[in-house]
């Protein structure tokens, strides 16, 4: 019974973690955040980060020691590799609504 209550806990806060950014985060972070990526791989990323710049994509990402594409493609839900779009700017799936069409005049 016990096990199964940890493995809830631990599950829960899997589900409600928040995306990070890879190119802002410090290992500690990045951690904590994404699975798989203890605190040395963490430093790993931190440091190749430092090194080579930014990560643009998971690609780029896997190219730090000891992170293949298993791991990128576990955490790509999670990681962000800039600042998150406003909410103003995020289109959405629902058309805009239609303007009302200007009456035609009908020549006499």
């Known amino acids: 019974m016990k096990k199964l209550f940890m493995l ?15 190119n802002q985060a410090d290992a500690e972070a990045i951690s904590k955040a994404l699975t798989g990526i203890g605190p040395k791989k963490a430093e790993a990323v931190v440091q190749y980060r430092k090194e080579h710049g930014e990560f643009k994509t998971l690609k780029d990402l896997e190219n730090v020691s ?11 839900k ?24 200007q009456e035609v005049k009908k020549p006499k």
């Open 78 to 101: 999670n990681i962000l590799f800039g600042d998150p779009a406003p909410a103003a700017a995020v289109k959405t799936d629902k058309p805009e609504t239609p303007e009302k069409p």
């Open 66 to 76: 000891g992170i293949g594409e298993k791991t990128a493609k576990q955490n790509e």
């Open 8 to 22: 809830l806990m631990l599950c829960s806060f899997a589900v409600l973690a928040e995306p990070i950014n890879i």
